[in-house]
Nanobody, 122 residues
Framework: QVQLVESGGGLVQPGGSLRLSCAASEITLDYYTIGWFRQAPGKEREGISFISTSDKTTYYADSVKGRFTISRDSAKNTGYLQMNSLKPEDTAVYYC???????????????WGQGTQVTVSS
C-alpha cells in the first residue's frame, strides 16, 4: 500500500524555520513529481511548490517564493520543504503529494499524505 507520511510540522514563531519531510513507501519518489500543498481554515487547498522528476523543474507560488525550498533525497526516498522566514499567514495543514504532472493542480497528483499542521504564532 502506497503511503506518503509527512512530518516536521509544529508551532514556530514568526521569522522562524521548519523543514517538512515526506517519506514514501511502496513507490519510488524519483519517478514522480512531488508537490506540496497547504490548506488554511476556511480556505481552499493551495498548491505552493513542486519539483519534477530528475529535479529538472521547480515551482513556487508567489506567496512562498524566496522563502521556501523544495528538494528530494533519492537515497531516503523522501521529499522536503524547507520553510524559512515563516509568517502567521503560513499557518495551515501542509500536504505532500506524488504524481506525474508538472503543475500544482491537485488532479495531477495520485498519492497524498495525511497532512501536518504548521502554526506560526508568537
Amino acid at each position: 500500500q502506497v503511503q506518503l507520511v509527512e512530518s516536521g510540522g509544529g508551532l514556530v514563531q514568526p521569522g522562524g524555520s521548519l523543514r517538512l519531510s515526506c517519506a514514501a513507501s511502496e513507490i519510488t519518489l524519483d519517478y514522480y513529481t512531488i508537490g506540496w500543498f497547504r490548506q488554511a481554515p476556511g480556505k481552499e487547498r493551495e498548491g505552493i511548490s513542486f519539483i519534477s522528476t530528475s529535479d529538472k523543474t521547480t515551482y513556487y507560488a508567489d506567496s512562498v517564493k524566496g522563502r521556501f525550498t523544495i528538494s528530494r533525497d533519492s537515497a531516503k526516498n523522501t521529499g522536503y520543504l524547507q520553510m524559512n522566514s515563516l509568517k502567521p499567514e503560513d499557518t495551515a495543514v501542509y500536504y505532500c503529494a506524488a504524481g506525474w504532472g508538472s503543475s500544482v493542480l491537485p488532479a495531477e497528483y495520485h498519492f497524498w499524505g495525511q497532512g501536518t499542521q504548521v502554526t506560526v504564532s508568537s
